[in-house]
């Protein structure tokens, strides 16, 4: 069992759909990462949130949005997306440590597997 | 984050010792050593991490090279629950995100 909830764990949507993505911790961390991962591919970053606020977007386009709004939730909505954007999506969750004092792991979710009519 | 290289596959037999090796050559003095492993259908699991000095838990155990520039993890008793993608990845911590290599995908054999 994980501490990083995601929800939903499947979901299929149409190109002109709009929804959402969930994602929950009550481990008392104040990073919060989204990830995607193609099939037979390594994960790859797109968002960190720290402290609520958005640290780092990896170029992702604008069709993925994420929001945190809370330190417990992490959400990334969806709109508009294309085939090529089927993908696991995996949340993680870590303490914000400091560069330097690299003591903080990343908690992963199971993902939500997503698939684009 | 510091480029990592490990083999693409091994195998090793139930019950023996798995040695998985990881090249760091580029890590940087205040980046950590971070092994994950993911296994079919899952998210990424952390297993253990060091900066400089060999670590051991309850799952594994990690031998840094004393010049850092490699790793080796240790599953001292191989299961087949232990068949999975298993990631070394140079962090210096912090909510940096983490950069995935390709990782060695280790089968455990009966």
């Known amino acids: 069992d994980t501490e990083v909830t995601q929800t939903p764990k499947h979901l299929v949507m149409g190109m002109t759909n709009k929804k959402s993505l969930k994602c929950e911790q009550h481990?008392?961390?104040?990073?919060m990462y989204w990830y995607k991962q193609k099939a037979k591919k390594p994960p790859e970053l797109m968002f960190v949130?720290?402290?609520?606020?958005?640290?780092i977007n990896e170029s992702v386009p604008s069709r993925f949005s994420p929001e945190c709004p809370n330190s417990s939730l992490l959400n990334l909505h969806l709109h508009a997306l294309q085939p090529e954007d089927s993908a696991l999506y995996l949340c993680?969750?870590?303490?914000?440590?400091?560069?330097?004092?690299?003591?903080?792991?990343?908690?992963f979710g199971d993902g939500t597997r997503l698939s684009i009519l | 984050d510091a480029k990592t290289t490990q083999p693409p596959s091994m195998d090793c037999a139930e019950g023996r010792a798995a040695n998985l090796p990881c090249n760091h050559s580029t890590i940087s003095g205040n980046e950590y050593v971070y092994w994950y492993r993911q296994i079919h259908s899952q998210g990424p699991q952390y297993i253990i991490h060091g900066l400089k000095n060999n670590e051991t838990n309850e799952m594994a155990s990690l031998i840094i090279t004393e010049d850092r520039k490699s790793s080796t993890l240790i599953l001292p008793h191989a299961t087949l629950r232990d068949t999975a993608v298993y990631y070394c990845?140079?962090?210096?911590?912090?909510?940096?995100?983490?950069?995935f290599g390709k990782g060695t995908h280790l089968i455990i054999q009966p």
């Open positions: 990845i140079g962090s210096g911590g912090g909510a940096d995100g983490l950069t």
């Open positions: 949130y720290s402290y609520e606020k958005l640290s």
């Open positions: 993680a969750s870590s303490q914000v440590g400091g560069r330097g004092y690299g003591n903080q792991p990343q908690h």
């Open positions: 481990m008392g961390h104040r990073a």
